[in-house]
């Protein structure tokens, strides 16, 4: 059974940083790219960043290009999201997700879709 399982969220004030985590387990990390949006409160899914199945692209929205950072470590089948420069409007929950690409795996898309995602973790930004 595949299974996500996001953690690390927390109040954070702005300015500060923050790293998340994905657990992953029932499937193989190798065969899939892997991807962190975002819901606030009121509004829609927002796409923030993707990493190819091979490991070689990344991908980020605008508004957090130079301050998050995705990665994974395949061995332990963890995904990464640091999150730096945080400002209260990166106010969310945060969710990890997966998606197969089959023959395309330098190809990896911020906005989905995906596949799966986990249940999600806070992250509020305030003073």
């Known amino acids: 059974q595949l299974q996500l399982v996001e953690s690390g969220g927390g109040l954070v004030q702005p300015g500060g940083s923050l790293r998340l985590s994905c657990d992953t387990s029932?499937?193989?990390?190798?065969?899939?790219?892997v991807a962190w949006f975002r819901r606030a409160p009121g509004k829609e899914r927002e796409g923030l960043s993707c990493?190819?199945?091979?490991?070689?692209?990344?991908e980020y929205e605008e508004s957090v290009k130079g301050r998050f950072t995705i990665s994974r470590d395949i061995m332990k089948n963890m995904v990464y999201l640091q999150m730096d420069r945080l400002k209260s409007e990166d106010t969310a929950v945060y969710y990890c997700?997966?998606?197969?690409?089959?023959?395309?795996?330098?190809?990896?898309?911020?906005?989905?879709?995906?596949?799966?995602w986990g249940q999600g973790t806070q992250v509020p930004v305030s003073s």
């Open positions: 029932g499937f193989n990390l190798d065969y899939y790219s």
């Open positions: 997700a997966i998606k197969n690409w089959p023959g395309a795996n330098n190809f990896c898309q911020v906005s989905g879709p995906f596949d799966k």
């Open positions: 990493l190819s199945t091979d490991g070689l692209r990344k």
